[in-house]
């Protein structure tokens, strides 16, 4: 298993601001991800981070929006930046460990004014 | 491309009772895996029970089994003697293996929220 703590647990921010969203894994994992989830929707993926790489963003997402570092195996930021009331969402970030299981930060929520 | 499908937006059950959540997926894949996560109101994402495809043994973790129909595409959740611990919305999620660099990606569902009533 893997113990993820992503910081911070919420935050209420003003539109056109910048927050960094931090997580940090207990053990060292190849692939981290983040994950968007909208208001009473389901989890839609953002982008794959790896280590030593450009992070990998889906379709819907670009790196200046959501710059994204890995500066090593065990951490991992995400930024979202010019924020705007759409972006009012709860992030998590995940490592997927060998054996093939997800496990998930405890989110952070997140509100723009 | 694979999707997910969670039918049942909201279920209720009563406490000790059993209730059953479904799923269905399409993929062309023949193997994969397949997942139930749980979210509580705390957010946390926590893994309930994971199936691999090349399996025909339903997954079983204590209160928690699967149905796993694969020519249905089919992957039910069953919890037994439902706890108020329980309540939280469930995901089904597929993962096609190897999970290698940019090619796949967990999908998840819309959700189920379960209620246990005392």
């Known amino acids: 298993s893997a113990v993820i703590s992503q910081k911070p647990s919420r935050d209420i921010c003003q539109r056109g601001t910048s927050l960094t969203i931090q997580c940090q894994v207990d053990?060292?994992?190849?692939?981290m991800f983040w994950y968007r989830q909208q208001p009473g929707q389901s989890l839609t993926l953002i982008a794959t981070?790896?280590?030593?790489?450009?992070?990998?963003?889906e379709s819907g997402f670009v790196i200046d929006k959501f710059p994204i570092s890995r500066p090593n195996l065990t951490f991992s930021t995400l930024t979202v930046s010019n924020m705007s009331p759409e972006d009012s969402s709860i992030y998590l970030c995940?490592?997927?460990?060998?054996?093939?299981?997800?496990?998930f930060g405890q989110g952070t929520r997140l509100t723009v004014v | 491309a694979q999707t997910v499908t969670q039918s049942q937006p909201e279920m209720s059950v009563q406490e000790a009772e059993t209730v059953t959540l479904s799923c269905t997926y399409d993929?062309?894949?023949?193997?994969?895996?397949l997942f139930w996560y749980k979210q509580p109101p705390s957010r946390q994402m926590i893994l309930v029970i994971r199936?691999?495809?090349?399996?025909?043994q339903n997954a079983t973790e204590n209160r928690f089994s699967v149905n796993f129909q694969k020519a249905a595409k089919s992957f039910s959740l069953k919890i037994s003697d439902s706890q108020l611990g329980d309540t939280a919305m469930y995901f089904c999620?597929?993962?096609?293996?190897?999970?290698?660099?940019?090619?796949?990606?967990?999908?998840f569902g819309t959700g189920t929220r379960l209620q246990v009533f005392p």
């Open positions: 995940s490592v997927e460990t060998v054996n093939t299981e997800a496990f």
């Open positions: 199936q691999e495809a090349y399996k025909q």
């Open positions: 053990s060292q994992v190849t692939m």
């Open positions: 999620a597929f993962m096609k293996p190897p999970r290698s660099y940019n090619t796949d990606k967990l999908i």
């Open positions: 993929t062309s894949e023949n193997n994969y895996y």
């Open positions: 981070a790896n280590q030593g790489s450009e992070a990998t963003y």
